[in-house]
């Protein structure tokens, strides 16, 4: 029972692990994904900076990536990272409070519209803290949100 239960353990551990060597976040102010792994492919989407992706594979230092729609796109390694969470809003709108839930006002950032993205500085329950490129903070519904 105790080999099960530490195999088991392991295996969630690895998987964690795993789901976040393959999230990226843009960390930079703006950045350019692309048809193929080069600047000679056509421009399929400019992004900003908290932008989230999940990496399918790498050829050389280009990220072959999927994001929040499921579509497919190429990035250059040196415009993401994978050293914090990221989210993207997935609905129409999503409202941005003071604090974790529906009970806390709107804040400045509400609402945040579709493919707006975010650091995650925090989760609570079923809510999110997020931080946009200027430095501002609100909290967002979980599912509202796509986090890779």
Request: hydrophobic share 40%.
């Amino acid at each position: 029972m105790k080999k099960t239960c530490f195999f088991l353990l392991v295996f969630m551990v690895l998987c964690i692990v795993h789901n976040h060597a393959l999230a990226l976040c843009v960390n930079v102010p703006e950045a350019n994904l692309r048809k193929g792994p080069g600047t000679q492919h056509e421009k399929t989407w400019e992004v900003f900076k908290y932008m989230p992706f999940k990496r399918l594979s790498t050829k050389g230092e280009w990220y072959k990536v999927q994001d929040v729609d499921g579509d497919i796109h190429w990035i250059y390694s040196k415009l993401v990272t994978n050293d914090f969470d990221c989210a993207v809003v997935k609905v129409d709108e999503a409202n941005v409070r003071s604090g974790p839930g529906e009970n806390y006002k709107k804040n400045k950032l509400s609402p945040a519209i579709k493919y707006e993205s975010f650091k995650v500085i925090q989760r609570k329950g079923l809510w999110v803290k997020v931080l946009d490129e200027f430095n501002d903070t609100g909290w967002i519904f979980r599912k509202l949100l796509w986090i890779y």
